[in-house]
C-alpha cells in the first residue's frame, strides 16, 4: 500500500505563489511517475504535471512557464511549485502515483486564487 499526503495549499492572490508537496510513504517500489491534477467545481480531474522515476516531465499548456514539478527522492516527496497565479488555477490539488497495475490518489489539497 501507499499513502500520499499532500500540502502547501491556501489562499493566494493573483500573481502571486504557492509550493504544494506530496509526501508518500508505505510500499513505493515499482513506481514509475507521480503526477500532479486538479479538478474545479463541477468540472473533471484534469492533469496539471507529471514526472517519470527517469525525470521526464510533462506540463498541462495552461500551466507551462509557470508550474514546475520536481522531486526530492531522499525524501520521498514531489513538489509542485506554482508561480503568477491566476483564479482559474483555484482546483483541489491532488498528488497521484502510478504503479502497473494501479494508482494511488492522496487526499487533496485546496488551493485558491482571488483578490
Known amino acids: 500500500q501507499v499513502r500520499l499526503v499532500e500540502s502547501g495549499g491556501g489562499l493566494v492572490q493573483p500573481g502571486g505563489s504557492l509550493r504544494l508537496s506530496c509526501a508518500a510513504s508505505g510500499s513505493i517500489s515499482g513506481i514509475y511517475a507521480t503526477g500532479w491534477y486538479r479538478q474545479a467545481p463541477g468540472k473533471e480531474r484534469d492533469l496539471v504535471a507529471r514526472i517519470t522515476s527517469g525525470g521526464s516531465t510533462n506540463y498541462a499548456d495552461s500551466v507551462k512557464g509557470r508550474f514546475t514539478i520536481s522531486r526530492d527522492n531522499a525524501k520521498n516527496t514531489v513538489y509542485l511549485q506554482m508561480n503568477s497565479l491566476k483564479p482559474e488555477d483555484t482546483a483541489v490539488y491532488y498528488c497521484?502515483?502510478?504503479?502497473?497495475?494501479?494508482?494511488?490518489w492522496g487526499q487533496g489539497t485546496q488551493v485558491t486564487v482571488s483578490s
Open positions: 497521484n502515483k502510478e504503479r502497473v497495475g494501479r494508482d494511488y
